[in-house]
């Protein structure tokens, strides 16, 4: 049973900066592509960033040049630095494999205030 625990959610204010943090057991994520995931109420999940087991990144236009996502494989975790923070950032959080999805997490709040 693969468990995902992400934190580092809270409230800012735009322009503000907050780092999230994903912590993988159950498996090991050094060969996997891991993602970053954000929902709000009445949407579907979207992809925000992901970075292969080379380290390669992808970024959805809407974070891109303004989150950075990193994996530490010796730690088992993915994390998430997200600046400049604007209202429409709000959302639940969550990480997860990429490829093949394990059972999601509970995510963390993460809200944005003009």
């Known amino acids: 049973q693969v468990q995902l625990v992400e934190s580092g959610g809270g409230l800012v204010q735009a322009g503000g900066s907050l780092r999230l943090s994903c912590a993988v057991s159950g498996n090991m994520i050094s060969f996997n592509t891991m993602g970053w995931y954000r929902q709000v109420p009445g949407a579907q999940r979207e992809s925000v960033a992901r970075?292969?087991?080379?380290?390669?990144?992808n970024y959805a236009d809407s974070v891109k040049g303004r989150f950075t996502i990193s994996r530490d494989n010796a730690k088992n975790t993915v994390t998430l630095q997200m600046n400049s923070l604007k209202p429409e950032d709000t959302a639940v959080y969550y990480c997860?494999?990429?490829?093949?999805?394990?059972?999601w997490g509970q995510g963390t709040q993460v809200t944005v205030s003009s």
């Open positions: 997860n494999r990429v490829a093949v999805n394990w059972n």
């Open positions: 970075v292969t087991s080379g380290g390669s990144t």
